[in-house]
């Protein structure tokens, strides 16, 4: 059984388990199964607007997307006390440790994971500030958000990463025994 399938299954189902706790990207939809209901997940396309919260919009749904694999990586799809646990772990753990734990596990390349942590410097400058007019991108030399230019290169450079991950994830997500979480 496929991501499809399983899907499928779930939305005819009139009662979905709550012990399923599953980010699901099936083509271009993305869909959040937690505590016995299916909900509708991130767009595969991110618009980032000239602006902090949109910025940081954007990281945090990346961000996400990070825990999510650790989580297919440990408990797959429990929504039991480990997941509740692990997800209290992730929130203590840095992203930049997440990062390089991708590289580690061979989740990412090396190329990957310099360009997510060129991306994520951004993150933490756009946090610690007012405005992204004080936040710099340094993919080559430093470049201001604040300029046409230099968010142009930065939201360029995002969604291809962003596209980059969602390939992972999938590949991730394609790992799980989908016949045996529907059992379950």
């Known amino acids: 059984m496929?991501?499809?399938?399983?899907?499928?299954?779930v939305k005819k189902s009139k009662k979905i388990s709550p012990k399923i706790r599953l980010?699901?990207?099936?083509k271009d939809k993305h869909y959040f199964i937690n505590e016995g209901s299916?909900?509708?997940?991130?767009?595969?396309k991110l618009t980032i607007?000239?602006?902090?919260d949109s910025v940081l919009s954007a990281f945090s749904k990346?961000?996400?997307?990070?825990?999510?694999?650790?989580?297919?990586?440990?408990?797959?799809?429990?929504?039991e006390s480990d997941s509740a646990e692990l997800l209290?772990?992730?929130?203590?753990?840095?992203i930049n440790r997440k990062i390089r734990t991708f590289l580690d596990w061979k989740v990412f390349g090396p190329e990957f994971t310099r360009d997510m942590s060129r991306l994520f410097e951004v993150r933490n400058d756009?946090?610690?500030?007012i405005s992204i007019n004080e936040v710099s991108y340094n993919p080559k030399s430093k470049i201001l958000l604040s300029s046409i230019s230099g968010f142009k290169k930065f939201t360029t450079d995002f969604q291809k990463a962003w596209k980059e991950l969602l390939k992972i994830y999938v590949k991730e997500q394609?790992?799980?025994?989908?016949?045996?979480i529907s059992i379950d």
């Open 49 to 52: 607007s000239k602006n902090r």
């Open 38 to 44: 299916i909900k509708n997940g991130f767009n595969s």
């Open 88 to 94: 209290y772990l992730l929130n203590l753990v840095p």
């Open 23 to 26: 980010y699901l990207i099936d």
């Open 126 to 129: 756009t946090v610690h500030c």
């Open 2 to 9: 496929n991501a499809s399938k399983f899907l499928a299954n």
């Open 62 to 79: 990346m961000a996400f997307l990070f825990d999510e694999i650790i989580r297919l990586r440990i408990v797959q799809s429990s929504n």
């Open 174 to 180: 394609q790992k799980l025994n989908f016949q045996k």
